[in-house]
């Protein structure tokens, strides 16, 4: 390189004083010759021609040494400037005065910026103290000091930087500090990885739920706590340095000997790498246990171990070990059974044991199994559906019901004629085709009674008809009651009427002994017999008195199949009674004078005379005097009135005695119940005189009659329509009574366990039962004993002791379905719990409150959270990974109802990108309840999307490379025309002018002017086309064009570092037009005096960085002008080849201009395999 201005400046300056000092010397010199004598004078002339002579050759010396000394500083200066590593000058106060290219890298800001800037400010604030720590000591201490710091960039990002440095002394004393910098940072993120890995593993291998061990050699050296549980040691010292066959029997129980085993697996580990099988293993308990154990062989600081796996596969094999004992329990069940049980599958017999042979007469299994559904048995049935299709119906019936019971006709090998009950059971087997279990019973004798049984009711219903009764059926199978013709009559139904559905039958029921007779059909329907009277409003409104009484009918299995009874006409005979109890309740009435009014009705006169008591009774002043009836008579309720004066007109027409309750309306609106009896009086000849009654007040009785029957009412509708069970029981523990339609799920009917002892009825109740007949309440779950073939049954109970029957009462409600109904929630929540674990996508869901409330396994990874420390928390407030002001705003949004995509969010634990989706959920009233959030890793969506990025980069890569090829040789044509056209031309013409006898002035002026235009051809031949780029590379073509650019328009300073062999052509041509425009740019309009152009190989990339002292520009200006083509040309170049272009610039400090481009992969291959 060239010296710098200044340096000539300078030297130009001392050569001038040193000159002006020689010329007066001379001027003294001359004085003093012309005072010698000629000869002196001319010794004296050649002394100093020998001394001149001597000063020039010195004087030629001293430039030689000067231009030496100058080329030295400069290539001292290169070194420096262009170093890879940084150095700063510092103060004693920590300001920078001198620094390289490569430390303003380092710093990230621009080295005339930095000069005389403090350098604790590019330090990071907490390490400020360590910088001035470091100081004190280069101060204070002679060797080099060494430090690590945090830099703070301007752009934000931080760089770890190790500085060496030493104490200096300046001209003034003054202590000085010289800094080495090296980016430390890729160093100290490694370590950081490296120690965040080994935190992980070890996190890994203690917390995990499986045992692991490491072993060397066959000796176990480490192991978690989970192997130190699994075999029930107390610490882990009881298994680290033990042999690997610790706690193993000597044989397996394949009966090969483990040790002999042991070898085998290891030897296979070292063939393959991994080992994973069962093993017999005792706990130091002795128990024995099964485990999987999962062998991998590693190798760690080139030292071979074995990383082992174990799990406990105890379970699964007793499991297995069950599955085998029930299946030979189920066998031995399937042939030894005493009913005929055969399998069933695609509608045929596929295996029947012997019982079934002997049932159907075979003599063998060839005759059954093989055959379809239907064989030995009729075409069509008695019922006249075709077999065939009346059993593949009951099968389809049975696949959804679970389970079916039928009768069907069949006929045995001697066409015997046999009826067998079926129960088909299907059993499903996953991924084939399902079997129907089917069990046969013979039922050829049942049906033969029951066919006698119909003989014989019909004979009792001949007898019935004689007697003048009627006969009822209620078929349970159908619901269908049946009555004969008398049954009609008696219910005023019209005929012919023989199946009535129950709502058919009450309608002729007086509507007050509706719910009483159903009550009493249901309650015979379970207890077997049915005894009840009724009132039948016949439809020209006769009310009949009827009784129905029945008895329960089962079959030979003890199944209730109907109820069959009589019934009887009873109006007459229960009027006669119940006139005869009226009469005995108005003599008891009469006796009885307590709390009752006397009144009497003169039937001669009409009046009526009421003591005070009757008065009161009737609402009147306790003293009014008589009265009439008609008058009396206001106060009696409408509804009733005409019914007392039916009684009074039927008690005077029969002279029998009348007893009656109606009601009585006071003034004041008062509603009274009154009860009057009475008896018409004779006189001696026997003629009627007066009517005399007794009247009482009976509104409370009545009252609390209603109420009474009305909790009556309640609790047997409870007990008989609800599944609620009441148990009364005495205080020495016996069931007094034991009623409710819950019993009916049990199979008990009402009140068969009376008598009974609780503890012996009820075992299993027997805390509860002591602490109920202790005199507490009690509320317990309870659970009766599972019947064989049926659904375990549940009961929420509560009891008391009733202290005045001295006797405890226990309330219990049928929750059956309700604990069914949990537990099948419970399924259902596992399993969506499962589909949501076993998601490749993370899932997560929170309410409105941010609670969070779904947390699948994928998110738990992803977020490196497990689910129970975040299920039930608020996601922001309780989570502080999530209480990010963007995540708030999502939130927000969605809760709005909008539905929130973010795409390619990184995580900081997790490698790729990811896309985020939040779902608003609404609930039954269409509002926002619950936010859906669902993270689906794109890594490998967006590598894709990434290739065909870098394809169509590479073809438009093509095309570039053909248009700058193209020019390159559009360029080489045009300067060969110049080259060897024009050129020759001027240089011809310059000859011609040399030989011509022109005038010497013209001449030299037109020599000088075909001088520069040959000087500028080539210049411009060699700008169009530099061959030096050809044949030496871009080296030495940036050299070749630094040299070119004269040093009064710009002293150029060129770094190139080591660049490979072979850069490709268009890279290199697009760096070289490049760094030719930049340099082009610097001389036209930053009016700079110095540029520094920088190339070096930056890892796959070639960086060149061109550098200015001038004016600099506002360089979002100049991208919003848009004006002239270099910046916009060299910004179109480097897109197209996929590099970065990056401009920094202040106006009054200078431009620096970085463009890197990348090389390609086999660049970067024989960069890599140079040695």
């Known amino acids: 390189m060239e010296p710098n201005h200044e340096h000539q400046a300078e030297m130009q300056r001392r050569h001038q004083e040193l000159r002006a000092r020689a010329e007066k010397r001379r001027s003294i010199t001359s004085a003093i010759v012309s005072e010698h004598t000629p ?14 002579i001597e000063l ?10 000067q231009e030496e000394s100058e080329r030295m500083r400069q290539q001292y200066t290169d070194l420096y400037d262009f170093a890879p590593v940084g150095y700063c000058t510092l103060s004693a106060r920590g300001t920078i005065q001198q620094l390289n290219l490569r430390a303003s890298t380092l710093l990230g800001y621009e080295r005339a910026t930095l000069r005389g800037h403090a350098f604790p ?42 500085i060496e440095g030493s104490r200096l002394l300046s001209e003034d004393q003054e202590p000085l500090f010289r800094l080495a910098l090296f980016d430390d940072t890729k160093r100290h993120n490694a370590i950081q990885q490296v120690s965040a890995s080994e935190a992980r593993f070890r996190k890994l291998f203690e917390k995990s739920r499986d045992a692991v061990c490491l072993v060397k050699g066959s000796t176990y050296i480490d192991c978690n706590e989970a192997a130190v549980r699994l075999l029930g040691a107390e610490h882990k010292n009881q298994i680290v ?42 706990r130091f308990s002795g128990e024995p246990i099964w485990l999987e154990v999962v062998l991998t062989r590693i190798e760690l600081d080139g030292e071979p171990l074995i990383h082992v796996v174990w799990r406990d596969e105890t379970q699964r094999k007793k499991a297995e070990q069950a599955l085998a004992a029930s299946e030979a329990r189920f066998r031995t069940l399937f042939e030894r059974s005493n009913d005929g049980m055969l399998l069933l599958q695609s509608g045929r017999y596929i295996d029947c044991n012997e ?27 008695p019922n006249g559906r075709r077999t065939a299709e009346w059993f593949a119906e009951n099968v389809a019936r049975a696949m959804q019901e679970g389970s079916l019971r039928c009768e069907a006709q069949m006929f045995k090998p001697t066409d015997e004629e046999i009826w067998i009950e079926a129960v088909l059971t299907p059993v499903r087997i996953p991924e084939h085709e399902p079997i129907i279990h089917v069990v046969w019973r013979d039922v050829t004798q049942r049906r033969r009674n029951e066919q006698r049984l119909q003989e014989g009711e019909q004979r009792l219903k001949t007898a019935v008809r004689a007697a003048n009764m009627g006969i009822g059926t209620w078929d349970f199978a159908t619901e269908r009651f049946h009555l004969d013709e008398r049954g009609c009559q008696m219910f005023g139904l019209p005929l012919p009427s023989a199946d009535l559905t129950l709502a058919e039958l009450m309608q002729p029921v007086h509507p007050d002994d509706v719910e ?62 119940l006139r005869l109890r009226e009469s005995e309740e108005r003599l008891q009435l009469a006796l009885k004078a307590s709390h009752a009014g006397l009144c009497h009705l003169e039937l001669a006169t009409g009046v009526l005379h009421l003591d005070e008591q009757a008065n009161r009774i009737y609402g009147r002043p306790a003293d009014a005097g008589p009265t009439t009836w008609e008058d009396l008579s206001q106060r009696v309720h409408p509804d009733d009135l005409a019914r007392v004066n039916a009684a009074k007109q039927r008690s005077t027409e029969t002279q029998e005695p009348f007893s009656e309750e109606h009601r009585v309306v006071w003034p004041d609106g008062t509603l009274r119940y009154v009860e009057t009896t009475g008896n018409v009086q004779l006189d001696g000849q026997g003629r009627q005189v007066r009517l005399i009654g007794l009247l009482r007040d009976v509104t409370t ?40 339609a819950g019993l009916r799920r049990l199979g008990v009917a009402d009140n068969v366990l009376n008598g009974r002892n609780v503890y012996e009825a009820y075992p299993m109740l027997t805390n509860s039962i002591n602490k109920l007949l202790s005199g507490n309440e009690v509320r317990f779950l309870g659970m009766p004993p599972r019947r064989e073939g049926q659904e375990q049954i549940y009961f929420q109970n509560y009891g008391f002791f009733d202290r005045e029957q001295n006797a405890g009462v226990l309330f219990a409600i049928d929750v059956t379905d309700t604990q069914q109904a949990n537990v099948q929630l419970k399924a259902e929540r596992d399993f969506v719990k499962s589909l949501l674990d076993h998601s490749g996508d993370a899932i997560m869901v929170f309410d409105r409150n941010f609670y969070i409330t779904e947390w699948n396994q994928r998110a738990a990874e992803l977020t490196q959270i497990p689910a129970e420390d975040v299920l039930g928390k608020r996601i922001f407030s309780d989570i502080p990974a999530f209480d990010r002001l963007e995540f708030r705003r999502i939130a927000e949004r969605v809760l709005a109802g909008t539905t929130v995509t973010e795409y390619n969010i990184p995580f900081k634990r997790r490698h790729g990108a990811y896309d985020a989706t939040f779902v608003p959920l609404a609930d039954a009233e269409d509002r926002v309840a619950n936010v859906l959030g669902v993270v689906r890793d794109v890594t490998e969506r967006n590598r894709l999307m990434e290739e065909a990025t870098r394809l169509r980069l590479q073809r438009e890569k093509e095309v570039l490379s053909a248009i700058m090829h193209t020019q390159e040789d559009e360029r080489k044509r045009i300067a060969e025309a110049l080259h060897n056209g024009v050129g020759q031309l001027l240089y011809a013409s310059k000859l011609h002018l040399d030989s011509t006898p022109v005038d010497e002035t013209h001449r030299t002026a037109a020599i000088g002017l075909l001088n520069e235009a040959i000087k500028a ?31 009064h328009n710009l002293h150029v300073h060129l770094s190139v570092g080591e660049l490979p062999p072979a850069i490709p052509r268009l890279v290199e041509t697009a760096a070289y037009r490049i760094a030719q425009e930049l340099l082009n740019n610097v001389i036209k309009h930053a009016h700079a005096r110095e540029a520094f152009v920088y190339v070096e190989l930056q890892g796959n990339k070639l960086h060149l960085s061109v550098e200015d002292d001038g004016c600099g520009f506002d360089v979002e200006k100049a991208r919003e002008k848009r004006g002239g083509i270099g910046l916009s040309g060299i910004r179109n170049r480097v897109g197209l080849l996929g590099g970065e272009l990056t401009i920094r610039s202040r106006q009054g400090l200078g431009t620096t201009i970085t463009v890197e481009l990348p090389l390609g992969e086999e660049v970067k291959k024989r960069k890599n395999s140079k040695p």
């Not at 020039?56 to 040494?65: F, G, K, S, T």
């Not at 009556?712 to 016996?734: F, K, W």
Request: hydrophobic share 35%; net charge neutral; charged share 25%.
């Open 701 to 740: 009785r009545r009252e609390t009659q209603q109420q009474l029957n009305f909790k009556n009412r309640l609790l047997e509708h409870i007990l008989h329509n609800m599944p609620v069970v009441l148990t009364r029981i005495a205080a020495d523990g016996e069931l007094l009574e034991v009623a409710g």
């Open 56 to 65: 020039e050759m010195q004087y030629e010396e001293l430039l030689l040494a």
């Open 39 to 52: 000869s002196e004078t001319r010794r004296l002339v050649q002394e100093l021609q020998t001394h001149q």
């Open 1017 to 1047: 051809t080539r210049t411009i031949s060699f700008e169009l086309t530099p061959n030096v780029l050809e044949d030496f590379g871009l080296k030495s073509a940036l050299e070749e064009l630094c040299k070119r650019i004269p040093k």
């Open 241 to 282: 340095g033990q042999p690997i066959g610790l706690l193993t029997p000597e044989y397996q129980p394949n009966g090969q000997r483990s040790a002999e085993l042991q070898q085998n697996i290891l030897t296979q580990l070292q063939w393959q790498g991994s080992y994973r099988g069962a093993w017999l293993r005792h």
């Open 121 to 162: 400010l590019c330090v990071s604030p907490a390490e400020r103290p360590k910088f001035y720590e470091f100081l004190q000591r280069m101060l204070h201490q002679e060797a080099t000091q060494h430090t690590e710091l945090q830099v703070q960039r301007p752009d934000g990002r931080t760089l770890y930087v190790r």
């Open 355 to 381: 019982a079934a042979l002997r049932l159907i007469g075979a003599t063998s299994r060839e005759q059954i199994v093989g055959q379809v559904a239907s064989a030995f048995t009729p075409e069509v049935q």
């Open 516 to 577: 009483r007779a159903t009550a009493e059909l249901l309650k015979a329907a379970e207890i077997g017999s049915l005894d009840v009277q009724v009132r039948v409003v016949h439809p020209s409104g006769e009310v009949r008195y009827v009784v129905a009484t029945g008895q329960v009918i089962r079959n030979l299995h003890g199944t209730p199949e109907r109820m069959s009874g009589v019934l009887r006409d009873i109006t007459e005979r229960y009027l006669a009674n």
